[in-house]
């Protein structure tokens, strides 16, 4: 009922209501009027039916005593003339029938034993006993029929009914116009309503069209549609916002099933694959994982079901629709959507670019970049897996020292970019000649490693040879000229007893040198006995102790006077020495550790610690700055050819604040010829700040006056070999002369080395010689002692 009831709109509802309530009230004034009717037409019948009956008694009084049955007749004649009557009987003394006015279908009951006043359904029967002086002597019945009466007074109520509906529907009649000024305004909210549900479009408003219930019922609904149009913008503009940072987020997001399947992707991780993002749905995310990524990709995503709270990271290949293979770091972790169903939440972030860096960064770390051969570090590690592999299985290995004998005239001749084609060239056709299994390194400048695993002595002996003749044989053009190499190989077995990596290093690399040092183009095997090469090793422990002796200050700075030869007043003016002191104090000379140094270059290392060392001397011992006319400071070969030297040189007098005019730096000949360019570079720029310098050991060289000219020092030193012996060798003497003479014609002042005694200052006195240092002079001596 409640069902179908609800189907009907306001209108019908309230056409209903109306209609079933007059319909009630007229069926519930029927009911009452009719009740009220027959109750009013059965008293009624009752009061006229007794009084008739009281006044028939009283007259058939006479008629029963006297036994008169037909003067009892006589008086029951009026009754017929009362409506609705049936019958009378008139009883007598003993209650039997005594005279009766009746038809045969009702007749009179024969004893009144029985008989009172009662209704029965619609029939009346009035009952009245007749007395005298209290005695009772008859009694008179009367039968009526109601349903007559019963019929009038329907027919009554009946009209007053057909009143009573056409009253009705004229009322409703005229209701219907209000009616509808109720049931419009609510159905035209209600078909508002329903096209905002079906198009989703809350910015319609409904019209107003009263100010009672209704009208506020129509403002509270635009009210809501208002705010729900506002919030509805809001959530829009926010979703719009979260898709357009889902869709354009830098990272590929999938939603997956537990199986792998995709539910949905973002437009980015789309396009990266290549497809539109509706084409993933329902593809398998392995359909796109490298194949030799998928195992590890399903235990990924088991990982994930299996632990549900934690986020699991990998890094696969993913295969795009082109066919190209990126990197991508996956993120992924188990979620539980609203409807209770578990879903794989996948980020992947593109790291090709990341990748491959890391991957050319680990190649860069482990190669040399000029040849791509292996380089110093990874080379290092090599050995160390050899050596242990050796101590484990007791296997035998080799390691070859390869140096190149003439790159150096490559490089000065053509340059540095025709030195490096040369060592590319080389390192290619050293590649061609070795095993796959070997490790062919570049260990730096013109200088290979090749390590030979499970290869004797006498295999590595032939390779090492057909590798020197193919060099030999190898012929480098440049600029139209044409180049002849050689190399020194030196060679060392790695077996059970051999040390570390830097132990085998060490022993080709002595080896190589051995081979450098017999005349090169020629191959030598490290032996434990070799005395040359005994030499080497203890020329390489040294490297060890030079770093640890700057790091801890062993190193001590000494001092040499130099004199001049006429009697002129100067000031303090000496060479700066250098010397080890060991664990133990005892002070070695230079002689001991600076060929190692030279050799290993770490030269420049030890110029920078004399210099700062120096520096801080002079600056923070008292007075001493004021006396000194001249400090002359060594400075190696390497230190020259090293970049950041001038700007370090320049820092330490910034820091320490020393007159640039009492610094005088001491360069080797054969080191100035080397690099004749940067040399002059080099001398000008300190030169230029006020600095001297010293040509040292001057006249060793083959060319020495030829270059002189170039190099714009202030001092020559004369190579001692030529002084300590010139009372005795005339060359020597003619030697000495012949420099001293040059160097004054070219404005440079001359200082002899190795002065051993006083006749030979005096015989340098004569020659013009300006300055004069040796043992016959001044010993060294620290520099507080000075």
């Known amino acids: 009922m409640n069902s179908w009831f609800s189907r009907f709109s306001i209108k019908s509802k309230l056409f209903s209501i109306i209609l079933v309530s007059s319909l009630f009230a007229m069926l519930f004034a029927f009911m009452i009027l009719f009740a009220t009717n027959v109750t009013e037409v059965k008293r009624k019948a009752m009061e006229d039916f007794s009084a008739a009956a009281n006044l028939i008694a009283n007259r058939s009084i006479a008629a029963v005593m006297f036994d008169d049955p037909a003067l009892a007749r006589e008086n029951l004649s009026p009754l017929t003339k009362l ?52 005695e009772r002597i008859g009694g008179i019945l009367i039968e009526a029929d109601l349903s007559g009466a019963l019929i009038r007074q329907l027919q009554f109520v009946s009209l007053v009914l057909v009143v009573l509906f056409i009253a009705i529907v004229g009322s409703f009649l005229m209701t219907m116009p209000l009616l509808n000024r109720v049931a419009k305004p609510i159905t035209l909210l209600a078909k508002t309503a329903q096209k905002i549900g079906l198009n989703h479009d809350y910015s319609v408003r409904a019209n107003k069209h009263s100010e009672d219930e209704i009208g506020i019922l129509v403002d509270s609904f635009n009210s809501m549609l208002e705010t729900i149009e506002n919030k509805n913008n809001s959530l829009l503009a926010l979703k719009n916002n979260f898709q357009a940072l889902y869709d354009n987020n830098p990272t590929m997001v999938f939603d997956l099933s537990l199986t792998g399947q995709i539910q949905s992707v973002n437009q980015f991780g789309a396009k990266q694959i290549g497809l539109g993002a509706n084409q993933f749905i329902d593809m398998s995310i392995f359909s796109f994982t490298h194949p030799e990524d998928i195992v590890d990709s399903r235990s990924f995503f088991n990982n994930c079901v299996a632990h549900p709270h934690q986020v699991q990271k990998q890094e696969v290949r993913l295969i795009c629709q082109n066919g190209n293979i990126i990197w991508v770091r996956q993120t992924a972790r188990l979620v539980d959507t609203t409807q209770n169903l578990q879903h794989l939440l996948l980020v992947c972030e593109d790291i090709t670019e990341t990748r491959r860096l890391a991957d050319k960064i680990a190649y860069q770390a482990s190669h040399d970049e000029l040849t791509g051969l292996t380089n110093r570090r990874q080379f290092d590690e090599h050995i160390q897996t050899l050596v242990d592999q050796a101590q484990a299985d007791n296997s035998i290995h080799v390691m070859c020292y390869l140096d190149l004998d003439q790159f150096k005239v490559v490089n000065d001749t053509c340059g540095h970019l025709a030195g490096d084609e040369l060592l590319r060239q080389l390192g290619e056709l050293l590649r061609q000649q070795v095993r796959k299994t070997d490790v062919l390194a570049r260990l730096g400048g013109d200088e290979f490693g090749i390590l030979m695993s499970h290869c ?7 390779t090492s040879e057909k590798l020197r003749t193919s060099i030999c044989d190898f012929q480098f053009a440049w600029d139209n000229r044409s180049f002849s190499i050689s190399v020194s190989i030196g060679i060392a077995a790695i077996t059970r007893t051999s040390g570390n990596a830097v132990d085998i290093l060490k022993e080709a690399d002595a080896a190589c040198y051995a081979a450098k040092e017999k005349g090169r183009n020629r191959i030598h095997i490290f032996s434990s006995s070799d005395e040359q090469l005994a030499e080497r090793q ?207 014609v070219m404005n440079k002042k001359t200082i002899a080395e190795f002065v051993e005694n ?24 620290p520099l507080r002692e000075l």
């Open 538 to 744: 203890g020329e390489m422990q040294w490297v060890e102790k030079i770093r640890l002796g700057i790091e801890e200050n062993r190193f001590q700075l000494y001092g040499q006077l130099i004199v001049p030869t006429m009697h002129i007043e100067e000031g303090l003016h000496f060479e700066t020495l250098l010397r080890y002191r060991d664990e133990h104090g005892n002070i070695i000379p230079p002689g001991a550790f600076l060929p190692a140094a030279e050799r290993y270059n770490i030269a420049p290392a030890l110029d920078r610690w004399v210099i700062s060392n120096l520096f801080e001397y002079l600056s923070s011992t008292p007075g001493f700055i004021e006396r000194l006319e001249l400090c002359s400071v060594n400075l190696s070969g390497l230190s020259l050819s090293d970049e950041t030297m001038l700007d370090f040189i320049s820092k330490q007098f910034r820091k320490w604040q020393i007159p640039t005019y009492k610094i005088c730096f001491e360069i080797t000949e054969t080191a100035a010829i080397s690099n004749l360019s940067y040399a002059k570079q080099f001398i000008d720029t300190l030169r230029k700040k006020g600095c001297l310098f010293s040509l040292d050991d001057f006249g060793s060289g083959l060319s020495s006056f030829a270059y002189l000219k170039n190099l714009p020092v202030d001092f020559l030193k004369i190579d001692g070999l030529f002084v300590k012996d010139i009372l005795e060798d005339k060359i020597d003497w003619t030697m000495v002369k012949a420099i001293n003479e040059v160097g004054h």
């Open 758 to 781: 006083q006749n030979i200052f005096e015989l340098l006195k004569t020659l013009g010689v300006n300055y004069a240092q040796g043992y016959g002079i001044a010993q060294p001596v």
């Open 456 to 462: 004797n002595i006498e295999q590595a002996l032939l």
């Open 83 to 134: 409506p609705d009557f049936k019958s009378a009987c008139v009883y007598g003394k003993q209650q039997q029938l005594f005279a009766e006015l009746a038809s045969n279908l009702t007749p009179c009951p024969l004893r009144s034993n029985q008989l009172h006043t009662r209704v029965d359904q619609l029939t009346l029967l009035v009952y009245q006993p007749m007395t005298q002086d209290q």
